[in-house]
């Protein structure tokens, strides 16, 4: 921006400039930081952001009002800034409530600290606890700052896009859906106002004085406005790392690539989203069916936010010969399953239950008696090849019906598989009463709460608890559930866990990989017949739920609807007989007897070996048919659109549009150019009328230079010489004049397609150079402005240096 430009701005300091500013700033930021909801749960988070943006804006314009120097002006606003942080969150530790000191120092990198733990520890949305909020405040009043500092101090009002555009980044990166559409519409209506206060208190000098809007400018518009909305379009498919939609309305965008690795609990449903199946693991079992693969458990179900508990201090090193810390059965099923890990990576070790030896690991890993997860010392499963051999006992309904008459004995559990958080929402306690009233038998109560979670009134839904801000784990997320009836495996496994305790079962959560798929190759090991090789990955990511019963120990149940496969025991209608169960059989609930749906999570594609009817095709063949019709209309955009252009500047005038017919010569003279253009002859900005004329006959072989083409243009060229420098002609018929020139115009796109080569009427025809160099000067137009930009802001950086070295060295 030029001086003239700042010298308005500052002569408009003292009207209605800094308030007018002051409000569309706040519009702006406080629009921006609705696109946050998602990322931060609820909206109690929005009352100290909205007070912090206001006293913020309002200090700055109250300075600016007074006329206070810029640098005055910023160092107010980070006063401000500082003043209403301690106030609303560090009151008393604050001198006199609102002045920073030791103490509130202290205690602001406590909350930062708590802050930290929680983003680390939580997926979106995390829970606004004082840390987040003060952080989330913080940072947008920053963001204040710096947009008032570039719109007002600095005169680059579009370049304080970038502030709100760093506020858009982090939902586009955390949510699914992105940013949304309510916070992107305010926020653009706020950066509209600060240019528009930019352009009406201190307006560009380039622009005559008193103009108006006019066509040329309102066309300029709607093409900045539709190159913006095509490259919106254009970008999630350019840039990797966008999943879906438009940025930053619809999309997600996710820089550091898609997860290869599972973190338990806490990025499980961002990885069931993953389009892609990233970090395969594959294996060969010796079981009749495929298995589920467990890495970590989940025992501790207090707070916000549920991790696995390491026992660092119980661990064992070795896993030659694993033993868990409760008794088993002597007779016990033997299993062998080869793994291979590939690109996974993760602490923990994916394995199936009950591990009681693990070989063939590099590096040194340790497990937990309690859990018998394993977790590397200094190695990852990144690129591991093992072999696990695991045993339990056969689990059978009659089986748990004898276990669940009995609770287990003193000193076999820990305590903490059967604690019942304290602060458990009402809704889960009552419900898990209602489900379990008058059944005395614990396996009665497991299938209770399973057939109830997979019932007709619960779906399975990735994106629902997104968009109702329940994702991830904890209490009150277990609460929104049991509310919404709508979730994915984290949410059903932890309702089954917690109402199982609530009813005296114990109970965790396992988390890792559902079965899986079959990948159609076998693997042989030792003597055996070759062992069937499955598939899982990021998309078979899963978590379910374990309870207690003794003398057969954790038990795995599947209350998620359309994940996994229910085990046999679990699906039983009836308790088998000749069990020595003093249970009555009216006593456990019949589970529901329609096939439930099994391993939903297999990838689209047909197994190996499965058949494809004559209806398979049919989709893929409407994909292929709308795929070749989408690529023929992007083909023939540029020749349509070139057609169009024509057509309007030839078309006939109507009676009621003679004054038109005065630009007839101009815009026939624009088509004599762009024909030239599209046909290899580019015209020069330093060429005359006539000397373009002249050039195009020379640059023509002579045998294709006819005398009708060329008449053609010296009569075009004479028309748009008199309309340009001659006087002002009486008129006539403009139907005439349109159709004369039409004519014209039609000859010398003839004389030009005959002096090309067929390469150049095909361009011409399909990628016309004329409109192609227009849409490039258009695209490329923001980047040159910002390029100009970033030179005059360094250009006057650098001569406010040269000023205060030079004052410097006249005071020394």
Known sequence: MSAAMSAAVSGQRGGAYPWAVAGAIATAVIGVSLSLNGVLRGWAWLVPVVVTVVVVVLAMALLRAFRAPAALVTLGGLAALTFILCSTFLRKESIAGFIPGPASVKQ??????????????????????????????????????????????????????????????????????????????????????????????????????????????????????????????????????????????????????????????????????????DGRITYATSSSSPVYLRSVTIDRFEGESWAPDDRASSRRLGTGQIVPGYRLPEDLVREQTVIDTGQFTSPYLPVPYTPAAVNGLNGRWSWDPLTLSIRGEDSTSRNQHYTVVSVFPQITAGALSRAGTASPG?????????????????????????????????????????????????????????????????????????????????????????????????????????????????????????????????????????????????????????????????????????????????????????????????????????????????????????????????????????????????????????????????????????????????????????????????????????????RAVRALTGDFERHRYGRPSDGGTPGAGSRLTAERLAEVRAMLRRGGSWLVRLRADWFPPSLLSRWFRTVSAPFRWIGRSAVHAGSRAWSACRKAVRRLRRGN
């Not at 700052?145 to 955390?174: H, R």
């Not at 025991?569 to 019949?590: Q, R, T």
């Not at 005065?662 to 150019?673: R, T, Y």
């Open 410 to 710: 003193p000193g076999e559990l820990p305590g903490e598989f059967t604690q019942v958080p304290g602060n458990l929402p009402e809704i889960v306690r009552t419900t898990a009463g209602t489900l379990t009233a008058g059944i005395r038998n614990n396996f009665a109560k497991a299938l209770a709460i399973q057939r109830y979670l997979r019932s007709a009134e619960f779906t399975y839904s990735l994106q629902a608890p997104v968009q109702g801000g329940y994702d991830g784990n904890g209490l009150s997320v277990l609460a929104d559930f049991l509310q919404q009836k709508s979730g994915y495996c984290v949410h059903f496994a932890s309702a089954m866990a917690v109402m199982a305790r609530v009813s005296g079962i114990p109970s965790r959560i396992a988390v890792g990989y559902a079965p899986g798929h079959p990948t159609g190759n076998s693997i042989a090991v030792g003597d055996r017949e070759p062992l069937t090789e499955f598939a899982v990955d990021a998309r078979d990511a899963h978590a379910w739920p374990e309870l207690y019963f003794e003398g057969l120990g954790w038990v795995p149940f599947e209350p998620t609807p359309s994940r996994g496969s229910v085990p046999d025991y679990a699906a039983d209608a009836v308790i088998p007989g000749g069990s020595g169960s003093n249970l009555d059989e009216d006593a456990i609930p019949i589970p529901n007897q329609t096939p439930q749906p099994n391993s939903s999570a297999l990838p689209p594609a047909p197994l190996p070996g499965a058949g494809t009817g004559a209806g398979a095709g049919i989709p893929q063949a409407v994909f292929v048919l709308a795929g070749v019709l989408l690529a023929a209309a992007l083909l023939a955009s540029p020749r349509l659109l070139r057609a169009g252009i024509r057509a309007r500047r030839l078309r006939e005038f109507r009676p009621a549009a003679q004054a038109a017919a005065a630009v007839s010569p101009a815009l026939a003279w624009e088509e004599l150019q762009d024909l030239a253009r599209d046909y290899g002859h580019v015209p020069q900005a330093s060429q005359t009328p006539r000397h373009f004329a002249a050039g195009l006959q020379e640059s023509l072989p002579s045998a294709h230079a006819d005398d009708a083409g060329m």
């Open 108 to 277: 602001a990198f406590v909350l930062f600290d708590r802050a930290g733990e929680t983003v680390y520890a939580e997926t979106a949305p995390v829970a606004p606890n004082t840390g987040i909020v003060l952080l989330s405040c913080l940072c947008l009043g920053l963001v204040v700052i710096l947009v008032d500092t570039l719109a007002v101090p600095l005169a680059m009002p579009a370049t304080s896009g970038l502030g709100l555009l760093a506020v858009l980044v982090v939902p586009a990166t955390i949510k699914p859906q992105g940013a949304g559409l309510a916070g992107f519409a305010v926020a653009a209506a706020g950066f509209i106002l600060i240019l528009g206060c930019a352009q009406r208190f201190a307006p560009d000098d380039r622009l005559q004085s008193g103009a108006g809007l006019g066509q040329g400018q309102f066309r300029r518009s709607v093409v900045l406005g539709g190159a913006a909305l095509a490259v919106g379009l254009v970008l999630p498919l350019a840039v990797p790392g966008f999943d879906q939609g438009t940025f930053p309305v619809g999309s997600r965008l996710n820089p550091w690539g898609p997860s290869n690795g599972l973190n338990p609990m806490i990025t499980l449903g961002n990885s069931l989203r993953t389009p892609t199946g």
